[in-house]
């Protein structure tokens, strides 16, 4: 455990300024043994100044009881010099503002070298405590009281300012974790000094105090303020926790309310996106059935005209007979043209019957043509285009095994023409000079051709012979010749025989062989021929041997039969490339033929049109022929019975008459119909026929796409269309909460307005286009516009909100594992602090009992009970209740069972002295008694007094204690030192300096600072 700054030095000397009523004199103390304090006061032992020079003592040490973590820094201004209570001489004086209390931490044995001065100043006023240290001695040596004030103010303002320590922060780094002092004081200035373990006979200190208590003189008050500390953490991650959980729900209450908005107006964008699309749809479908109904009208208006034109023209030629009644030879011309009427009307018959069999001629051949194309079509699957590139990518294909194949086949015939050649001695180069010799009647033979190697000879001969692989041996006689026949081949290589030879085998070229092996030695690794005199190497190590022709004849077959392999690959190749090519093509075919049938569908229908168009002209012509004939007839019966047939003749005058007036009304009636149907409404809206039938998704006269997939025509009525379009609007009202009625709900006034005028207009289902558009464009623009707002924000909410809710998730999830963490840290924390205090309690059991029995007594326990926080706004309880036993086989009694009080003052001391040797490093701590003798006899003050002396001389502590005047000579068997405080008046405002006893050499009591004092300067 840490020692702090001072380390295991001990405290050797003590000066203070304007502490109380005490000098400014160095007050030096022999460390490791019972120091007693006493003096005397104007009249007894009392205001001789000890307990206030004891509290700067426990000061300066960082006695607990100070309590600098709360109110203490402000209590010690109660120290500092004050005229009011220091007597009668010293009203004269200003109280101090501020003081200071020095102390020299040393090893005895070594003082010059380990020496460490702590000043320490106090303030009347914030701050209250201030304090500086340094290595060395740095004490006031001047010679008077006011020179050393003076010079302690120079001193502190001359150590190191960045050594000053604070109120809460100087004890632990100066003397560690672990109290270096521990005083039982009956006042620390002003303040009464409250319930101690030196009092338990008072019944004030309960067995939870008398556990904490124990726990600071352990030094380990600090493990219960970390366990504090990190409970304090724990709350406030489980706060944070709780609160970040809080926040996530009232967030995602807040974003679940946004998405749910987002969705509506998303569903309020399908919707009114579908509404328009019906919409658009309506107008389509509007203008294709007004343009249908136009032709319809138009059909009945063309049929009407010509009722109306044969009424008329019935009437004209009614009258035209009576007036021709009236004059005979009109009746004959009227006759001639009837006849030439119904020649023209036969006419015209017959030539509407050759244009409706042509008609259906054609419609029967595009019948077949598309029934030839759906049969051709059959089981095709995919895309023309794709198919068009994969045909040509396989004619391509078959293009290049076909070239293959070519190739393979010329080299197959280039390999049998070699193989020819060399069988014949004609093969290569040499092959050639040899055939342009024979035709000059030359005898030639290749060099190569006839000279076959031994294998073992084939390394000493193939680099020499390497470069004479196109020579061609002759006789040496026939060399002028050669050379003449061979001038059209430059670099023919001809090598001259003797005449006597027969120009084959070996023989005849000896003498070039046995030249070329004198001429070129060999070299190895590798075989190497080498020609000095040229400066010529020819490298060996051929794989195959290259002279003779059976060698040669063998290679060139190898050859053959490989080609004649790879011909018989290409052959196969070819036919797969084929077979693929006319698979292609089978499929681009097939793929042309669904064009072509889809085409054909679409082009029947116009067909089918003209054909019922031709053949209502048949019938109309029919009809005219047989009005011709009619009026043939009438006009050769009216000549022959004028007069009946002019009665007749007004008899059909008036009836045209009635038929005309009737065609007339219906004619009008048509163009009122067609003129109710407003094309151009439909077509401002609806766009062109194409446009419409595209959109409703039905046959146009535009080539068809090739390869796509006929869709589903759109089936609807214009007016179910209109009405689905109304719905699909109103959806989208509600999906945004927009009451379709009112308007209650809308966003906008613009919007509710819009809504209201939709509501008052309504479903005109019998057909009032214009009313109908205002009541749904208006309101759907509106709606468009409102929700466009949001278009931006709505795209990016859900991945938005995502994210944030991803955050607070890893906020959550980061809280729970720091809470979580924290309670591992804690349970593992507490589990240590109940381990360590439980082991502290039992080292201050066992000193405890040591102590007791030392002293003659008859053991002593500590019962306790350590209780962890049962949460976390709750503290540890350590509850000890400290037995002891009072007779050599009486029971184990509590403290606070009432017996003999000199008993309970000496088992008092016995346990804080438990205390302060059960903790770490107890040799350097210092113990304050403050009325040691209380309530104690003679025979009892021997026992306390021997076991503080024990104490010390066996651990190393230091004991300052209180003695009154009748305590002195028991004391003195046992101290090593006594200190006396003198204050001989009330006329004086400091006491005497303290006067300072130990032991010489001898043993005998001396005064140690006789010459010191003399010479009014300080110990060292």
Same mark, same amino acid.
């Given at each position: 455990?840490?020692?702090?700054?001072?380390?295991?030095?001990?405290?050797?000397?003590?000066?203070?300024?304007?502490?109380?009523?005490?000098?400014?004199?160095?007050?030096?103390?022999?460390?490791?043994?019972?120091?007693?304090?006493?003096?005397?006061?104007?009249?007894?032992?009392?205001?001789?100044?000890?307990?206030?020079?004891?509290?700067?003592?426990?000061?300066?040490?960082?006695?607990?009881?100070?309590?600098?973590?709360?109110?203490?820094?402000?209590?010690?201004?109660?120290?500092?010099?004050?005229?009011?209570?220091?007597?009668?001489?010293?009203?004269?004086?200003?109280?101090?503002?501020?003081?200071?209390?020095?102390?020299?931490?040393?090893?005895?044995?070594?003082?010059?070298?380990?020496?460490?001065?702590?000043?320490?100043?106090?303030?009347?006023?914030?701050?209250?405590?201030?304090?500086?240290?340094?290595?060395?001695?740095?004490?006031?040596?001047?010679?008077?009281?006011?020179?050393?004030?003076?010079?302690?103010?120079?001193?502190?303002?001359?150590?190191?300012?960045?050594?000053?320590?604070?109120?809460?922060?100087?004890?632990?780094?100066?003397?560690?974790?672990?109290?270096?002092?521990?005083?039982?004081?009956?006042?620390?200035?002003?303040?009464?000094?409250?319930?101690?373990?030196?009092?338990?006979?008072?019944?004030?200190?309960?067995?939870?105090?008398?556990?904490?208590?124990?726990?600071?003189?352990?030094?380990?008050?600090?493990?219960?303020?970390?366990?504090?500390?990190?409970?304090?953490?724990?709350?406030?991650?489980?706060?944070?926790?709780?609160?970040?959980?809080?926040?996530?729900?009232?967030?995602?209450?807040?974003?679940?309310?946004?998405?749910?908005?987002?969705?509506?107006?998303?569903?309020?964008?399908?919707?009114?996106?579908?509404?328009?699309?019906?919409?658009?749809?309506?107008?389509?479908?509007?203008?294709?059935?007004?343009?249908?109904?136009?032709?319809?009208?138009?059909?009945?208006?063309?049929?009407?005209?010509?009722?109306?034109? #044969?009424?008329?023209?019935?009437?004209?030629?009614?009258?035209?007979?009576?007036?021709?009644?009236?004059?005979?030879?009109?009746?004959? !011309?009227?006759?001639?043209?009837?006849?030439?009427?119904?020649?023209?009307?036969?006419?015209?018959?017959?030539?509407?019957?050759?244009?409706?069999? /042509?008609?259906? !001629?054609?419609?029967?051949?595009?019948?077949?043509?598309?029934?030839?194309?759906?049969?051709?079509?059959?089981?095709?699957?995919?895309?023309?285009?794709?198919?068009?590139?994969?045909?040509?990518?396989?004619?391509?294909?078959?293009?290049?095994?076909?070239?293959?194949?070519?190739?393979?086949?010329?080299?197959?015939?280039?390999?049998?023409?070699?193989?020819?050649?060399?069988?014949?001695?004609?093969?290569?180069?040499?092959?050639?000079?040899?055939?342009?010799?024979?035709?000059?009647?030359?005898? *030639?033979?290749?060099?190569?051709?006839?000279?076959?190697?031994?294998?073992?000879?084939?390394?000493?001969?193939?680099?020499?012979?390497?470069?004479?692989?196109?020579?061609?041996?002759?006789?040496?006689?026939?060399?002028?010749?050669?050379?003449?026949?061979?001038?059209?081949?430059?670099?023919?290589?001809?090598?001259?025989?003797?005449?006597?030879?027969?120009? !084959?085998?070996?023989?005849?070229?000896?003498?070039?062989?046995?030249?070329?092996?004198?001429?070129?030695?060999?070299?190895?690794?590798?075989?190497?021929?080498?020609?000095?005199?040229?400066?010529?190497?020819?490298?060996?190590?051929?794989?195959?041997?290259?002279?003779? #022709?059976?060698?040669?004849?063998?290679?060139?077959?190898?050859?053959?039969?490989?080609?004649?392999?790879?011909?018989?690959?290409?052959?196969?190749?070819?036919?797969?490339?084929?077979?693929?090519?006319?698979?292609?093509?089978?499929?681009?075919?097939?793929?042309?033929?669904?064009?072509?049938?889809?085409?054909?569908?679409?082009?029947?229908?116009?067909?089918?049109?003209?054909?019922?168009?031709?053949?209502?002209?048949?019938?109309?012509?029919?009809?005219?022929?047989?009005?011709?004939?009619?009026?043939?007839?009438?006009?050769?019966?009216?000549?022959?019975? #004028?007069?009946?047939?002019?009665?007749?003749?007004?008899?059909?005058?008036?009836?045209?008459?009635?038929?005309?007036?009737?065609?007339?009304?219906?004619? *009008?009636?048509?163009?009122?119909?067609?003129?109710?149907?407003?094309?151009?409404?439909?077509?401002?809206?609806?766009?062109?026929?194409?446009?419409?039938?595209?959109?409703? #998704?039905?046959?146009?006269?535009?080539?068809?796409?090739?390869?796509?997939?006929?869709?589903?025509?759109?089936?609807?009525?214009?007016?179910?269309?209109?009405?689905?379009?109304?719905?699909?609007?109103?959806?989208?009202?509600?999906?945004?909460?927009?009451?379709?009625?009112?308007?209650?709900?809308?966003?906008?006034?613009?919007?509710?307005?819009?809504?209201?005028?939709?509501?008052?207009?309504?479903?005109?289902?019998?057909?009032?286009?214009?009313?109908?558009?205002?009541?749904?464009?208006?309101?759907?623009?509106?709606?468009?516009?409102?929700?466009?707002?949001?278009?931006?924000?709505?795209?990016?909410?859900?991945?938005?909100?995502?994210?944030?809710?991803?955050?607070?998730?890893?906020?959550?999830?980061?809280?729970?594992?720091?809470?979580?963490?924290?309670?591992?840290?804690?349970?593992?924390?507490?589990?240590?602090?109940?381990?360590?205090?439980?082991?502290?309690?039992?080292?201050?059991?066992?000193?405890?009992?040591?102590?007791?029995?030392?002293?003659?007594?008859?053991?002593?326990?500590?019962?306790?009970?350590?209780?962890?926080?049962?949460?976390?706004?709750?503290?540890?309880?350590?509850?000890?209740?400290?037995?002891?036993?009072? /007779?050599?086989?009486?029971?184990?009694?509590?403290?606070?069972?009432?017996?003999?009080?000199?008993?309970?003052?000496?088992?008092?001391?016995?346990?804080?002295?438990?205390?302060?040797?059960?903790?770490?490093?107890?040799?350097?701590?210092?113990?304050?008694?403050?009325?040691?003798?209380?309530?104690?006899?003679?025979?009892?003050?021997?026992?306390?007094?021997?076991?503080?002396?024990?104490?010390?001389?066996?651990?190393?502590?230091?004991?300052?204690?209180?003695?009154?005047?009748?305590?002195?000579?028991?004391?003195?068997?046992?101290?090593?030192?006594?200190?006396?405080?003198?204050?001989?008046?009330?006329?004086?405002?400091?006491?005497?300096?303290?006067?300072?006893?130990?032991?010489?050499?001898?043993?005998?009591?001396?005064?140690?600072?006789?010459?010191?004092?003399?010479?009014?300067?300080?110990?060292?």
């Amino acid at each position: 455990m840490s020692l702090g700054i001072i380390g295991d030095r001990q405290l050797l000397c003590v000066q203070t300024f304007d502490i109380a009523r005490h000098p400014s004199t160095a007050v030096g103390l022999i460390p490791g043994c019972f120091v007693a304090v006493s003096g005397k006061g104007p009249r007894d032992a009392n205001e001789s100044g000890k307990t206030s020079w004891l509290a700067s003592v426990a000061l300066l040490l960082g006695d607990p009881e100070w309590r600098m973590h709360s109110s203490g820094p402000a209590t010690v201004a109660d120290l500092l010099f004050e005229p009011q209570t220091a007597g009668v001489a010293a009203q004269g004086y200003a109280p101090a503002t501020s003081g200071y209390v020095a102390g020299l931490f040393a090893a005895p044995d070594d003082v010059a070298d380990t020496a460490h001065t702590v000043w320490m100043k106090l303030s009347a006023t914030a701050t209250y405590v201030e304090v500086r240290h340094a290595p060395g001695v740095h004490l006031a040596t001047a010679q008077d009281d006011d020179e050393r004030h003076h010079q302690a103010a120079e001193i502190y303002r001359g150590l190191p300012s960045a050594s000053s320590l604070g109120a809460t922060q100087y004890a632990t780094a100066l003397y560690g974790p672990v109290p270096r002092c521990l005083a039982f004081l009956t006042s620390r200035g002003k303040r009464r000094g409250g319930p101690s373990l030196l009092k338990l006979d008072t019944g004030l200190f309960t067995p939870a105090a008398i556990g904490t208590a124990l726990i600071g003189l352990t030094g380990r008050t600090s493990l219960l303020d970390t366990d504090a500390s990190l409970r304090h953490d724990l709350s406030e991650a489980e706060h944070e926790l709780q609160t970040s959980r809080t926040e996530d729900a009232d967030s995602h209450a807040i974003e679940e309310r946004a998405l749910r908005a987002v969705t509506q107006r998303s569903s309020a964008r399908e919707e009114l996106a579908r509404a328009q699309d019906l919409w658009a749809l309506h107008y389509a479908r509007g203008l294709l059935d007004a343009l249908e109904r136009a032709e319809q009208l138009q059909a009945a208006l063309d049929d009407q005209a010509e009722t109306l034109a #044969r009424a008329r023209d019935e009437r004209a030629s009614a009258e035209a007979v009576q007036h021709a009644l009236e004059d005979p030879t009109r009746l004959e !011309h009227q006759r001639d043209e009837a006849e030439l009427a119904k020649q023209t009307a036969e006419r015209l018959l017959d030539q509407a019957h050759d244009d409706e069999l /042509s008609a259906r !001629h054609r419609l029967a051949s595009h019948n077949q043509a598309l029934q030839e194309a759906e049969d051709a079509a059959a089981g095709a699957r995919g895309d023309l285009d794709d198919a068009r590139h994969e045909a040509q990518r396989a004619h391509q294909r078959t293009v290049a095994c076909e070239v293959r194949l070519a190739e393979t086949g010329a080299r197959l015939q280039d390999a049998r023409n070699d193989l020819s050649r060399a069988e014949e001695g004609r093969y290569g180069t040499a092959g050639r000079t040899i055939s342009t010799l024979r035709k000059a009647g030359i005898s *030639a033979t290749g060099l190569l051709d006839e000279l076959g190697l031994p294998r073992a000879e084939r390394s000493a001969w193939e680099p020499r012979l390497a470069l004479y692989g196109d020579a061609v041996c002759i006789r040496s006689s026939d060399v002028p010749a050669a050379r003449r026949a061979l001038a059209d081949q430059p670099g023919a290589v001809l090598i001259a025989v003797p005449d006597d030879t027969d120009g !084959h085998g070996g023989g005849p070229v000896r003498g070039f062989l046995d030249a070329l092996a004198t001429r070129m030695r060999l070299e190895h690794s590798p075989d190497t021929a080498v020609d000095d005199a040229l400066g010529l190497c020819v490298l060996g190590g051929f794989t195959k041997p290259f002279t003779g #022709r059976a060698a040669l004849v063998d290679r060139l077959r190898t050859e053959v039969a490989g080609a004649e392999h790879d011909l018989a690959a290409a052959h196969r190749l070819c036919d797969q490339a084929r077979e693929a090519e006319a698979q292609s093509d089978e499929l681009v075919r097939r793929l042309e033929a669904i064009a072509l049938a889809a085409y054909l569908r679409s082009q029947r229908p116009a067909l089918e049109r003209e054909l019922a168009a031709l053949q209502r002209r048949t019938a109309g012509r029919k009809q005219a022929r047989d009005a011709a004939e009619s009026a043939l007839q009438q006009a050769v019966v009216a000549h022959a019975t #004028r007069a009946l047939q002019h009665a007749q003749a007004q008899s059909v005058i008036d009836r045209a008459r009635s038929v005309e007036r009737q065609a007339a009304e219906q004619y *009008a009636a048509l163009e009122k119909q067609i003129a109710a149907l407003d094309i151009i409404y439909w077509q401002e809206h609806g766009g062109s026929r194409e446009a419409a039938l595209r959109a409703l #998704r039905r046959p146009t006269t535009s080539p068809p796409v090739v390869g796509g997939q006929t869709p589903q025509p759109e089936r609807r009525t214009e007016s179910t269309l209109r009405q689905r379009a109304g719905r699909h609007l109103d959806h989208a009202f509600e999906a945004v909460g927009i009451d379709t009625e009112t308007g209650a709900g809308a966003p906008t006034t613009a919007l509710q307005d819009a809504v209201r005028r939709r509501s008052n207009l309504g479903d005109d289902s019998a057909g009032r286009p214009v009313a109908d558009a205002t009541a749904f464009e208006a309101p759907a623009r509106a709606l468009q516009d409102w929700l466009d707002r949001f278009a931006d924000s709505d795209a990016s909410a859900a991945q938005r909100i995502a994210a944030e809710r991803a955050g607070r998730a890893d906020r959550i999830s980061f809280g729970e594992q720091k809470v979580a963490d924290l309670r591992e840290s804690l349970r593992t924390m507490q589990g240590s602090i109940a381990l360590r205090l439980e082991q502290a309690l039992d080292d201050i059991e066992d000193a405890l009992a040591t102590l007791n029995r030392d002293a003659g007594l008859y053991g002593a326990e500590l019962h306790r009970a350590l209780t962890p926080p049962p949460s976390l706004q709750d503290v540890w309880r350590c509850e000890v209740t400290p037995y002891w036993r009072r /007779s050599p086989h009486g029971p184990l009694l509590p403290y606070d069972n009432i017996t003999n009080s000199a008993q309970e003052k000496l088992f008092s001391i016995h346990l804080v002295l438990a205390a302060l040797l059960a903790s770490p490093h107890p040799r350097g701590r210092v113990l304050i008694l403050d009325e040691l003798g209380d309530s104690l006899g003679t025979h009892h003050r021997q026992e306390v007094l021997g076991a503080l002396a024990r104490s010390t001389r066996e651990h190393g502590i230091t004991v300052l204690g209180t003695c009154q005047e009748s305590l002195l000579d028991d004391a003195a068997e046992h101290c090593g030192e006594l200190l006396y405080f003198t204050y001989p008046s009330h006329t004086e405002a400091l006491n005497a300096p303290t006067r300072m006893f130990g032991y010489d050499a001898n043993g005998e009591r001396v005064e140690l600072t006789m010459d010191t004092l003399l010479a009014g300067r300080a110990w060292w």
